[in-house]
């Protein structure tokens, strides 16, 4: 797409922005906020690589416009994710400079022993693991290479494989709180522990799991059957022992498990722990490091990704702050749903943002929409699943769905090309199934019927 088509396409964005804002008298506060935010999610997706100097700008426009101030800027700004997110970086790029997760993927796959089918379940159920108990940009990074290690020995395109992983990277970043930045994020919104996410997550990622699996084994059948392995062996098979690495895995991962009765034995606020014990095991990697601590701060923690956030969040607490996102609110409302049908409608929305957008953006855009739901009345307890799953399952329909698909295709096609009616012929019959699963799942399991 040519330059100079796509500043075409921003600015007519943008003036329909206007226009919309004025015919639907929003006060001249909503207008401005909401023109920013749209033009600037516009100029985000038109020019991506661009997209923090167009944070950075739209936040500026916030404050010379009067419609967002330093002590709501701070509010809005999200440091408590930001800060969660800094320490889970540096305990995963620890571990991953060491060989860590290469090491278990290469153990995991030794387990097919070259029959192609048991290879394909493998390195599903490998990519739903590492998502779930990592995260999904550092589980693509490693998955990705074993697929195209394996569609190389195999001699067949990884193209497939590919997807099928992105997909299975996907629905296990939903299983738990650290397998995706929107976890987070609404774990912290909505006072969600660990075990709320083993509770109500994990179950419903592992049925939508199950039923990819189904699903792509039957329109790959032919493919799968061409894939072989042969072992694989990694430098840290053979190198120092794994001791300490497990020892600060297994205490990160157990002190996010057990971080709400931590709280509740110690008095504390919700979510205080979840930010404790990914400080505690990123100071205690530093320690260990000594000499090479600011490097692994410095190289492993993605500040461009958190500045981008922080802009982000700001934006969106803007829209809640001016009242936008009441409105919004009381227009769901207003289509005379309740219960299910309010639920639903919310999800395939949710999920259809998702698809064109970022999920980081849509959901951060939704979460001050779920708050106003519950200002008038409605029990949101099955909307934060809702925005999750959606956020999450539906990022499979689209190659610009999550973090994880734009990583991914960003590896392979520098050798192969992969086509838009290629993914999505398959990723809108695993996307919408599994969204469609959980949403009545949820509604089933929360009592919505109505």
């Avoid at 774990?187 to 109500?200: E, G, Y």
């Avoid at 059957?225 to 042969?230: D, F, P, R």
């Avoid at 700001?314 to 299910?340: D, N």
């Avoid at 992969?418 to 999505?424: D, Q, R």
Wanted: net charge positive.
């Amino acid at each position: 797409m040519k330059e100079s088509f796509k500043a075409v396409m921003f600015g007519v964005i943008t003036l329909l922005t206007i226009i919309s804002c004025i015919l639907l008298n929003l006060s001249r506060e909503q207008v401005v906020a909401v023109t920013i935010f749209a033009s600037k999610t516009a100029a985000t997706l038109l020019f991506w690589r661009f997209r923090l100097a167009i944070g950075f700008v739209g936040l500026a426009l916030l404050f010379l416009f009067g419609v967002l101030d330093v002590a709501h800027f701070i509010e809005f700004a999200g440091l408590d994710v930001i800060i969660f997110l800094i320490g889970m970086m540096i305990v995963i790029g620890h571990l991953e400079e060491r060989g860590f997760f290469e090491y278990v993927l290469a153990k995991i796959i030794n387990l097919a022993r070259g029959n192609p089918v048991k290879t394909f379940y493998l390195l599903m159920i490998s990519s739903f693991i590492m998502a779930a108990l990592v995260d999904e940009v550092t589980s693509i990074l490693f998955v990705t290479a074993l697929v195209l290690r394996v569609a190389s020995y195999s001699g067949v395109s990884p193209v497939p494989l590919v997807i099928m992983t992105v997909f299975a990277t996907n629905i296990g970043s939903s299983a738990t709180v650290v397998g995706n930045p929107i976890g987070v994020l609404i774990a912290l919104r909505a006072d969600l522990t660990f075990t709320d996410f083993l509770q109500w997550a994990t179950p419903m990622s592992l049925l939508a799991l199950v039923l990819t699996i189904i699903l792509c084994k039957g329109y790959y059948k032919n493919y799968i059957k061409e894939l072989k392995v042969e072992a694989v062996t990694s430098d840290s098979e053979v190198n120092r022992g794994r001791v300490l690495d497990w020892l600060i895995f297994g205490g990160t991962l157990g002190g996010l498990i057990l971080h709400g009765p931590i709280e509740s034995l110690l008095g504390l606020e919700k979510g205080v722990m979840l930010i404790g014990v990914a400080l505690i095991s990123a100071g205690t990697v530093l320690l260990i490091s000594r000499k090479r601590a600011r490097e692994i701060v410095e190289r492993n923690v993605d500040w461009w990704t958190l500045a981008f956030f922080i802009t982000l969040f700001a934006s969106v607490g803007t829209l809640k702050y001016v009242g936008v996102t009441k409105l919004i609110a009381e227009g769901f409302i207003g289509m005379g749903l309740q219960g299910t049908g309010l639920y639903l409608t919310f999800g395939y929305i949710s999920g259809f943002l998702t698809a064109l957008l970022d999920n980081i953006l849509a959901v951060a855009t939704l979460i001050p929409v779920v708050y106003e739901l519950g200002g008038v009345g409605v029990n949101i307890f099955p909307y934060w699943w809702a925005l999750l799953f959606s956020g999450t399952f539906m990022g499979n329909l689209t190659p610009i769905g999550s973090t994880a698909n734009i990583i991914a295709l960003g590896i392979v096609e520098r050798k192969h090309r992969v086509s838009f009616k290629e993914w999505i012929k398959i990723g809108a019959a695993v996307s919408f199934s599994t969204l469609t699963l959980a949403l009545i799942i949820m509604t089933l399991r929360t009592g919505m019927l109505s």
